[in-house]
């Protein structure tokens, strides 16, 4: 039986058109993400993202980098948010990520938003996914009561640095199918040191909690094999520790049990701040990457994928082109992620 996202009901029964009410609100004292800013975004108020009333798109095309089961063989409709709530030294995207003077180019209406979503259907991505979309949840909802009334069917992915507002998420209860957080810190320290915010283990953490209960930890998958709905947590693995790997699996593997769904990453590469920082300028070792592939089995997590250690000579976005962020996609669309269990299906 296909499948039939749920904010096709919401949207239906006028529920989407109120929970967008509820969330452009929020802007007017910005509660949108922990920072609680306070700032008046519907008024042009900037807050600690960069952004305030419009949405901004950096880009939006067929991604093929994502997990296997989300890509499948046209890909991911990814929407690329400009702006970013945290500050990361080491951000892969920080062209569009840290650059809000020249992302402010970028800042689109509602309705081409929506526009966006329904040509990324038409290209046939199995999924449409919004890619750092904290910050601008509530125009993505606004948007995507516009996009819903226009023949929008297929899932939608929030993929996200996991510095999330629970009381937000709970207003996305029933509109995304696929969470797909970075748990990027056990340690609240590293997070204040390398991605400027306050208590993020504890935020991130609850965020992910409250996905869980929304979409459960055995994702659904569809007559395709592709992954429906459910819950994805990805951990980018970092030099020296930092990201505190043991910490965050073993709390995964407690809190929500051994059988959620991993994507444990390899890719990372100095960039950006993190090339004149000493815990950072130096790409990942083998050694390092292969003590948490050993943790997660020890942990007995058997569900989800790990990328090849190789992915960071080939995964790198290069956001001067905005029309083809992902030149090495063509060679590479699964070959950086092996699996390392049963899909969680």
């Not at 062209?95 to 309705?111: A, M, P, Y």
């Not at 094999?225 to 965050?248: F, Y």
Request: glycine share 8%; charged share 25%.
């Amino acid at each position: 039986m296909p499948f039939v996202p749920s904010y096709i009901a919401l949207h239906r029964t006028g529920e989407l058109r109120s929970r967008a009410a509820a969330l452009r609100a929020m802007l007017g004292s910005c509660t949108i993400c922990p920072h609680d800013c306070g700032n008046n975004r519907l008024k042009g108020e900037i807050a600690r993202c960069y952004s305030g009333e419009l949405p901004v798109v950096s880009a939006y095309t067929p991604h093929f980098g994502e997990e296997p089961a989300l890509v499948g063989t046209h890909g991911v409709g990814n929407i690329f948010f400009g702006n970013c709530n945290l500050r990361c030294v080491y951000c892969q995207n920080y062209l569009i990520s840290q650059n809000h003077k020249l992302e402010i180019q970028n800042e689109t209406t509602i309705g081409r938003l929506a526009c966006m979503m329904i040509e990324l259907q038409e290209k046939g991505c199995h999924a449409i996914g919004f890619v750092s979309p904290t910050h601008f949840v509530p125009q993505i909802v606004m948007a995507l009561e516009t996009a819903a009334g226009a023949g929008l069917r297929v899932p939608l992915i929030y993929n996200t640095n996991a510095y999330d507002s629970v009381q937000v998420l709970r207003l996305l209860d029933g509109i995304i199918d696929i969470y797909l957080p970075d748990l990027k810190y056990g340690d609240d320290a590293m997070g204040r040191e390398y991605s400027k915010v306050d208590g993020y283990a504890r935020h991130a953490r609850n965020a992910v909690i409250e996905m869980h209960r929304q979409v459960g930890g055995v994702p659904v998958t569809g007559d395709d094999g592709l992954i429906k709905r459910g819950l994805i947590i990805r951990h980018l693995v970092l030099p020296n520790d930092i990201a505190a790997s043991r910490e965050t699996l073993t709390w995964i593997r407690d809190t929500l049990g051994p059988e959620t769904t991993l994507s444990v990453m390899s890719q990372y590469f100095p960039t950006h701040r993190a090339l004149t920082m000493p815990l950072l300028d130096r790409k990942l070792r083998e050694s390092e990457y292969m003590k948490v592939i050993t943790l997660v089995e020890k942990l007995g997590m058997e569900n989800g994928w790990a990328q090849e250690f190789e992915a960071s000579d080939y995964y790198r976005p290069e956001f001067e082109d905005r029309d083809r962020p992902f030149k090495g996609e063509a060679d590479n669309e699964t070959s950086d992620v092996e699996h390392t269990g049963r899909d969680g299906a």
